[in-house]
């Protein structure tokens, strides 16, 4: 079975730059995630996806960074302006969300890392 | 709100040994789900092992272990026969049951020596 993928797994960028982010989840996944994590520290979530629909951006800096995930598959996560405290790994993560089941497992992809310069 | 807090930035042990990672959390909820993920160089998040609150016996998955006191809020994390390979980043983590949010701790990062 094929994990998580995400490209680019490496982004370096100028402040004020955009960027976007692809992933695409295990195959029958409907719940997708995408997480921030900056060096030293946990991952945190910016925005879950169930399906195609949004079930929690609460923690999403929406003044510059956007997400969707179109046909309930693939997702993009998008940057702009770029800031300097953005310089951090972006993790997505889907899980297969079975009807009426809680504590999923989320599996990971590889990841991308950010720099903005 | 829920926190994770994992007390020891650094562990090291030596190839063959026993190490134990700590992780402690904060909740008002009864009804939650811990983990353990393992985040080697390149980066990719692995699951290492899932724990149900509701069950009182303790998660096992070959090597690992987990301790879960659930009174002391406690969900420390056993890693018997240490290997080279189990070098890595390990993240603590948080899940209410009526969410998907995992909520993550600072980690540990562990060095098995030779």
């Known amino acids: 079975e094929a994990g998580v993928a995400q490209s680019p797994r490496y982004k370096i960028i100028e402040k004020r730059q955009s960027v976007a982010f692809w992933c695409n989840p295990i195959?029958?996944?409907?719940?997708l995630y995408w997480y921030q994590q900056i060096l030293g520290q946990g991952p945190k979530l910016l925005i879950q996806?169930?399906?195609?629909?949004?079930?929690?951006d609460s923690q999403l800096p929406k003044d510059r960074f956007s997400a969707e995930r179109l046909k309930g598959v693939d997702s993009t996560l998008k940057i702009q302006p770029a800031k300097l405290e953005d310089s951090a790994v972006y993790l997505c993560?889907?899980?297969?969300?079975?009807?009426?089941?809680?504590?999923?497992?989320?599996?990971f992809g590889p990841g991308t890392r950010l720099t903005v310069l | 709100a829920q926190t994770v807090t994992q007390s020891q930035p650094e562990m090291s042990v030596q190839e063959a040994e026993t190490v134990t990672l700590s992780c402690t959390y904060d909740?008002?909820?009864?009804?939650?789900?811990l983990f353990w993920y393992k985040q080697p160089p390149s980066r990719q998040m692995i699951l290492v092992i899932r724990?149900?609150?509701?069950?009182?016996q303790n998660a096992t998955e070959n090597r690992f272990s987990v301790n879960f006191q659930k009174a002391a809020k406690s969900f420390s994390l056993k890693i018997s026969d240490s290997q080279l390979g189990d070098t890595a980043m390990y993240f603590c983590?948080?899940?209410?049951?009526?969410?998907?949010?995992?909520?993550f701790g600072t980690g540990t990062r562990l060095q098995v020596f030779p």
């Open positions: 909740t008002s909820e009864n009804n939650y789900y």
């Open positions: 996806f169930q399906n195609n629909g949004v079930v929690d």
């Open positions: 724990q149900e609150a509701y069950k009182q």
């Open positions: 993560a889907s899980s297969p969300r079975l009807a009426g089941a809680r504590g999923d497992t989320q599996y």
């Open positions: 983590a948080f899940m209410n049951a009526n969410t998907d949010k995992l909520i």
């Open positions: 195959s029958g996944h409907a719940t």
